[in-house]
């Protein structure tokens, strides 16, 4: 079946605008997970969600980063007034269950400028 | 600060030889260990989990978890040059949360 899916792949931004990122997850997953990695580094984690809620969002490194997941299905990762230290690939992930195997997108490079 | 650390590398092996990642981890309560295969540019591939101590096998891959040791580890027999890549070991993090901690990965060159 089909895997996780983000859009754009590509996003570059000015400094201060605002930005949305989209997951859609693998049909049937309940828990979403957003990553973002920097090069040469391993993924850092954001947040993660079980359903509908956030059940741990402890990673959002500040309140410029928001994110949602209204239905249980597609999340949304915002940034608001980006930074240029906001740049990053910004990864998301689906499993079936907590604690499980996470399947990783492909991925949305932010180049903020 | 719970941490996974791996060799940065890169460990360089000749094709056809095996080729020994590790990794460790200080937090005692996860449970749950994951290795992921990453090509430069692209995401993270999973390609081994293991839950309980000792040897799990699949393919040309094998992890080995020690618990009392904090200590995880993926062999991967006859490498070849497609396996050149980086490798990151991943813990689930202990407690009510889904989230994996990431060690730096480890680079892998199979030479021909």
């Known amino acids: 079946g089909a895997g996780v899916s983000q859009t754009p792949s590509n996003k570059v931004t000015e400094k201060g605008k605002y930005v949305e990122l989209r997951c859609d997850p693998i049909s049937g997953h309940t828990a979403l997970y957003w990553y973002r990695q920097s090069l040469g580094q391993g993924p850092e984690f954001l947040i993660y969600?079980?359903?509908?809620?956030?059940?741990?969002d402890s990673g959002l490194p500040n309140d410029r980063f928001f994110a949602v997941r209204p239905e249980g299905s597609v999340s949304t990762l915002k940034i608001q007034r980006t930074e240029r230290g906001d740049s990053a690939v910004y990864l998301c992930?689906?499993?079936?269950?907590?604690?499980?195997?996470?399947?990783f997108g492909p991925g949305t490079r932010l180049t903020v400028t | 600060q719970k941490e996974v650390e791996q060799n940065s590398g890169p460990l360089s092996v000749p094709e056809g030889a095996i080729a020994s990642l590790n990794c460790t981890y200080s937090?005692?309560?996860?449970?749950?260990f994951f290795w992921y295969r990453q090509y430069s540019g692209k995401s993270p591939e999973l390609i081994m989990s293991?839950?309980?101590?000792g040897d799990k096998e699949d393919g040309r891959f094998t992890a080995q978890l020690n618990k009392a040791s904090q200590y995880v580890s993926l062999l991967i027999r006859d490498s070849q040059p497609s396996d050149s890549a980086t490798y990151l070991c991943a813990a689930h993090g202990s407690g009510n949360t889904g989230k994996l901690i990431f060690g730096q990965g480890t680079t892998l060159q199979v030479k021909p």
């Open positions: 992930a689906s499993s079936s269950r907590q604690g499980g195997e996470q399947y």
């Open positions: 969600f079980q359903g509908t809620g956030a059940a741990d």
């Open positions: 937090d005692r309560g996860s449970q749950s």
């Open positions: 293991i839950y309980s101590n």
